[in-house]
């Protein structure tokens, strides 16, 4: 079994930055692509960024982003810490949630649908004050 921990979530004020970041732990990892989740407060749980495996490497050319978070966040692997990240910039209150990372064993669904995903960490909050 693939367990992540998140961590790296705070609080912080309107245009701050934080990077957040999900180890795999247990196991060496191997996933066909990962994913960062959110969900606010009375908001459904989100698709925020994700990233696939390519060339033997997390690949920076084959990433998803919300529109809400395009321009602003960045989705990175790294395979050798069995670690990756999202780097928040200019955050706003609306990015307030808590937000899980998730891995994706089989390519049979596109890793930019939420339905790919099929382990989950417990989750990190970010609060964003105004």
């Known amino acids: 079994q693939v367990h992540l921990v998140e961590s790296g979530g705070g609080l912080v004020q309107a245009g701050d930055s934080l990077r957040l970041s999900c180890a795999a732990a247990?196991?060496?990892?191997?996933?066909?692509?990962m994913g960062w989740f959110r969900q606010a407060p009375g908001k459904e749980r989100e698709l925020v960024a994700a990233?696939?495996?390519?060339?033997?490497?997390?690949?920076?050319?084959?990433?998803y982003y919300a529109d809400s978070v395009r321009g602003r966040f960045t989705i990175s692997g790294d395979s050798a810490k069995n670690t990756v990240y999202l780097q928040m910039n200019s955050l706003k209150p609306d990015d307030t949630a808590v937000y899980y990372c998730?891995?994706?064993?089989?390519?049979?669904?596109?890793?930019?649908?939420?339905?790919?995903?099929?382990?989950w960490g417990q989750g990190t909050q970010v609060t964003v004050s105004s």
């Open positions: 998730a891995a994706a064993a089989s390519t049979r669904i596109s890793y930019s649908s939420g339905g790919a995903y099929d382990y």
């Open positions: 247990g196991r060496t990892f191997s996933s066909y692509a």
């Open positions: 990233i696939r495996w390519s060339g033997g490497r997390w690949s920076g050319g084959s990433t």
